[in-house]
């Protein structure tokens, strides 16, 4: 099967990354998804962030690394995807998650949403949590994957 | 009995909508007071809001639509309600309403936040939502009233 | 208006109390329901509870106070009520509650369940906190009126 | 694929129904696993249960019903499963539902709880709220399949 | 200073032992308090859970096992902690722990509750889930000490 | 002990103050740090701030106030701190204290978040709904220190 896993990954953390090799692991394939969102301003362009997910994935066998804008339904049947991946911290926000789950549904019936409970010790961790840390000259190694440790710690030099 | 029912309504949703027919069976009247808050840019202006809301409310008997600055207990006061009417989505901000409710109740005994459970499958909806779906070309029509979806399409055409 | 106020009060507190006024002074007309449930071994009979009741609300005005067995909205049906009122505690099982307004809407479309949040400092105090401090020989004057204090004493003597 | 969908089913409600027919059309195979808990006294016999579960999925192709005893990933593995479905309410108990997730997967690396959120009108269902309302002679044909509610109803006469 | 740790440890797990060992290094005294609660049936005997604790703590410096009776904040005036001590697991009763709290500073101003949030990796773990797991031949030697897990598994064979 | 308690105190609010009082007695020192956080535009500078909280803990035994930059555990080791200390409210953004909590003890173990529960009458209180009520001209007496309330009033006439 092929899962489509889409979100900004502004940046990639460890998290991100233990989901997409047990979504590959679990359907086979997965697509990474990420969004280019005029409204927002990342801190990696879209490029970057791209340049990072394949880095990280390049030894994991199923996974194919694009970007899109508009709704993740449509984007997800241009791909042929059978359902879309999300991971559920203890600590991430439930009930946003929940919410975009259901508008999704009744956006495009054939598409559901799949969660995947994120390993315990990855349920703290977020890419504003990583940021901050890194903003302040704090030890992100354990949090994300050393290509994006590095390009971090220039962007915060 | 007459409700406050305060809000941004930027803009108006199905939710709102169903929890302004309940209001309005249930208590009898209900002020629909559209919040002016200097410090946010809204999508839609004033005036389109209550435009807005008094074409999806003009059959709904006992609606009052109209527009307000400061505090909601002062102007509860001055429309002579006789209690402040919020929903209670599933997925809503249950802290932040309860916050809210108490903060006004030690502005002024006088004024209760009463809550209405917000029907199930409105329990996704909220307006951000609307206008995320709506920014990427989605279907809002089971989301919204007739017009505001017209007005929203146009807006991100 | 007039409200049905169900529970099993197995015993009363100074939280249910508080909302038996604030109803009162809102809607006029509070019917106290205590709920007569066959599947559970109270510590209070029906009989000690209502009297509690009665006790500690014979100077409120509007408070009617009795028993029921069954669905909540067929009592609320044969007792004219117009709505039935529930507290939200910060500290309550608010999924619980919005469950069981959910179900009873489902039941009768006309019975709304109308929630008012409990007050700041009574958001930690339900019956069965104040039976275990009770249990152990703790101060519990400042949970429960005065009778209701006595015969919990009385009880775990 | 083949997903083992566990749980105590007492009894069947139309919001687990939902659940095997999504999980159907999503993974192929879907093998309901009726848990025989000896610590607990269920409403419906373990037999009961499983008829009731074949009456109200003989029309979905790819479901298989039967029951197990002992742990969740082990007889995943023994019915030749790939994963673990689990329905996520708005109104369910999250945290619950995460701690048996991450449990199972410390028990079993290979078995993965994947999760789908329930259709937002069914989300205050539940087997506790069914056995109230029934037990309390109230209309159940919107909650629970026909057989299901023809056999509560006489078990509650 | 001298800390309380109170519960029921039925059993002890490595979540609680985690705990413990941050208490000692935190406030140099930890008094765990096996409370012994003639309303409930413990799994294990109180002695058993003492000789639990003292096996698995006894490299721990600073640390003194013991059972009480009554309320938590008598028999921390009787020990002359400084303050109680619980643990705050993402997957914890958030709002039973806090209403523990308010109820014991009701009851005695002078004991704080303080909280430390358990390992990320423990967050998933609780008594009750380690005997479901044992109670179906479950792996638990990664969830409770060596003691506990030979004689759970005895308890269960 | 001496406990670093951190935050942006935009303003200080009497939860604050309740907290720092409550720490003040338990451990003996409190270092109130507030952040200087250059992402941020806050209602207050860091001089007025730091002046606020001088004034409303002159009369507190065991306090010191400065401003930092840069990681909370970083600066807790350069102020010889023992803890971090936090309030939780029960209306708090409890996962989000959680996250950093966690983040912290990787970045620094020997740093232990502590959690003392906010008193049950501040938990609706937080600086943001104290500047809301101010800018609408409301009453905010009950909510910060007096000379908070003065600058308040001054900055929204």
Do not use: W
Request: net charge neutral; glycine share 6%.
């Amino acid at each position: 099967m092929k899962a489509l896993y889409p979100g900004s990954f502004d940046p990639l953390t460890l998290g991100h990354l233990d989901l997409i090799k047990r979504g590959c692991s679990l359907f086979g394939e997965v697509v990474i998804a990420v969004l280019e969102n005029p409204t927002k301003s990342p801190t990696f362009s879209l490029e970057s962030r791209i340049a990072q997910i394949k880095d990280a994935t390049k030894e994991i066998r199923g996974v194919e690394v694009c970007s899109f804008k508009g709704l993740t339904v449509e984007f997800a049947k241009r791909k042929n995807a059978d359902l879309i991946l999300r991971g559920l911290r203890a600590m991430s926000d439930f009930e946003y998650e929940l919410q975009i789950a259901h508008t999704n549904r009744t956006l495009n019936q054939n598409y559901e949403t799949v969660f995947l409970a994120t390993e315990a010790h990855f349920s703290f961790l977020s890419s504003s949590v990583v940021k901050e840390v890194a903003a302040f000259g704090g030890e992100i190694n354990h949090m994300v994957p050393e290509r994006v440790a590095t390009e971090l710690q220039q962007k915060f030099k």
